[in-house]
């Protein structure tokens, strides 16, 4: 009877009421389930998805749709960090301002280097052994300074760096960087732009605060429980359902790479960052290890044509299903036999995926139907985009693409709210 009493009133408070200050601890200890239930109410609430969101980045130098508002006063009576980032502040002293003085050029980047050659001191680096640089990076950069009232995702924002890092340049997958990876990487060069770039989101090798925000946002929408795991029914639902039921459960078998996640059947938010970086980019080397370890069923090295039809048959029926014309996968594959021109044409290897710049395309036939459809059209838009920008990868223009529907998003929820901001007309296209 209690718990269903405080069902009833918890849906009539403000959630900043829920955090109860002055509440003995002995009086929820004595009554669990009321706290439960409390804890429950509150996370259904509209509010909450907004309290437990990270800032948008308050720059827009970068084409960022995001700019300082016209019209609003005062802090969001939520006490939002996202909100209080989105309003103007009036700032007495310039953004560039650092408390001790401006450090001599090049010092964060020497500071950074020094780090690292102390951690490969042992021959080796490991991911906690590079919280000390984020923490020095969050600390001195300019473009996080936005950052510092909100601790909670200024780690979130180090932990991310770090997993798109190993991702990246450990190879080996085995959580232990070598001095090695790191030359043969470009890290050292990421560190040297983020030395000479004010604007965070400018450095988009692992630095830039957009590519996190997308990559936090996406991970909050699917955890629908908000325990920080994901499961299958989860993970079906990335990008519209664009995924197979098959090459889900592939990654659930922890094929493709062992889950950090110490729940069975659950995806960490690590594992999210693996998997989300291999969806969205499948022309870098480490994306196509990850997928072609899932379409390669026994392990062998090489991606039959058996191995193929097996993922694609569920792509056919989602095809018939959609009342769209099915391509038929003998058809299919003399495409993609065309398209990767493998040594051998009986098999595919991944030597030959990595000799070929449309490689990526495969994957996305046998189990990103979305992303079939799109190649099978040809968008002459974001073959303009590409061209354009031959610099930016598939993830570069992810990110972007995504953090504008975001920012836009918010707005949105703003002018829902009567706050009275005024979107900007003039901002220039994502590209």
């Known amino acids: 009877m209690e718990v269903e009493t405080a ?7 403000d959630p900043e ?68 980032v989105s309003e103007p502040v009036r700032e007495v002293i310039p953004q560039f301002y650092f408390k001790n003085g401006r450090p001599p050029p090049r010092d964060l980047k020497e500071q950074c280097l020094s780090r690292i050659d102390h951690l490969f001191f042992g021959g080796e680096g490991l991911q906690d052994d590079f919280k000390p640089v984020l923490k020095e990076l969050l600390a001195s950069h300019p473009g996080l300074e936005f950052l510092q009232g909100t601790p909670e995702f200024q780690e979130r924002y180090a932990e991310t760096v ?37 604007d965070i989101n400018k450095v988009l090798r692992y630095f830039s605060y957009e590519h996190f925000y997308v990559i936090y946002c996406k991970f909050w929408e699917l955890d629908a429980d908000h325990d920080f795991l994901i499961d299958k029914e989860n993970l079906i639902r990335y990008g519209n359902h664009s ?32 998997f989300i ?34 993922f694609y048959e569920e792509q056919l029926h989602r095809m018939e299903c959609m009342a769209q014309e099915p391509v038929l996968f003998e058809d299919i594959l003399c495409q993609m036999i065309d398209m990767i021109g493998p040594e051998n044409e ?26 079939f459809m799109a190649f099978e059209t040809r968008d002459p838009f974001l073959i303009r985009q590409e061209r354009e920008n031959p610099n930016l990868t598939e993830w570069d223009r992810f990110a972007h693409r ?27 296209a994502p590209f």
């Not at 070598?178 to 030395?195: C, F, I, M, P």
């Not at 080397?285 to 370890?293: A, G, R, T």
């Not at 030597?351 to 139907?369: M, V």
């Open 7 to 13: 069902r009833r009133d918890a849906a009539a408070l």
């Open 17 to 84: 009421l829920l955090q109860l200050p002055e509440l003995a601890p002995g009086a929820l200890r004595e009554n669990s389930g009321i706290a439960e239930a409390l804890y429950s109410q509150w996370l259904t609430l509209p509010e909450t998805s907004k309290l437990c969101a990270p800032p948008l980045s308050p720059r827009s130098t970068s084409g960022s749709p995001r700019i300082m508002r016209r019209g609003s006063a005062g802090p969001s009576s939520l006490g939002s960090p996202l909100k209080l």
């Open 162 to 198: 770090i997993y798109r890092i190993f991702y990246s340049i450990n190879r080996s997958g085995n959580g232990h960087l070598t001095l090695r990876e790191l030359k043969r990487g470009n890290l050292v060069s990421a560190l040297q732009q983020l030395d000479e770039e004010e």
């Open 243 to 274: 995924l197979t039921y098959r090459i889900v459960d592939r990654i659930f078998s922890q094929v493709p790479r062992k889950f950090t996640s110490m729940t069975e059947g659950k995806m960490g938010y690590e594992d999210f960052v693996y």
């Open 277 to 310: 970086l291999s969806e969205e980019d499948k022309s870098s080397e480490p994306s196509l290890e990850y997928w072609f370890k899932c379409i390669d069923l026994d392990g062998n090295g090489i991606l039959t044509s058996n191995e193929m039809q097996f």
């Open 346 to 371: 009986s098999y595919f290897t991944l030597r030959d995926l990595k000799r070929c710049k449309l490689s990526g395309n495969i994957f996305n036939i046998l189990f990103n139907l979305n992303k």
């Open 402 to 428: 995504e953090y504008i529907r975001l920012s836009m998003e918010e707005d949105g929820e703003d002018a829902s709210n009567g706050s009275g901001d005024v979107w900007d007309e003039s901002l220039e």
